[in-house]
């Protein structure tokens, strides 16, 4: 019974990173094909939801580029 369950969670599991990984290699290429669009063509296009989250996920920020923090006033 414990080895079938344990099955049944690995699978899911699997399952679910290869879902994530499948939505982050669609969203790259969606960015991808509207950056290169968007050289040919001068009008703006907007980014799809996958290519946004894709492009949030791999994004480094460095200290110069991290927003400025107000301090907390008392």
């Known amino acids: 019974m414990i080895l079938v369950l344990a099955s049944i969670i690995a699978v ?3 399952g679910s990173t290869c879902g994530i990984f499948a939505m982050l290699v669609i969203g790259i290429h969606a ?3 509207r950056v290169m ?4 063509h001068p009008s703006p296009t907007e980014s799809s939801r996958a290519g946004a989250v894709s492009r949030r996920l791999l ?3 460095s ?3 991290a927003p400025t923090r107000v ?3 008392r």
């Open 59 to 61: 994004t480094t920020r």
């Open 37 to 40: 669009r968007s050289r040919s």
């Open 71 to 73: 301090p907390a006033g």
């Open 12 to 14: 899911f599991l699997a």
């Open 31 to 33: 960015e991808e094909r």
């Open 63 to 65: 200290c110069d580029e």
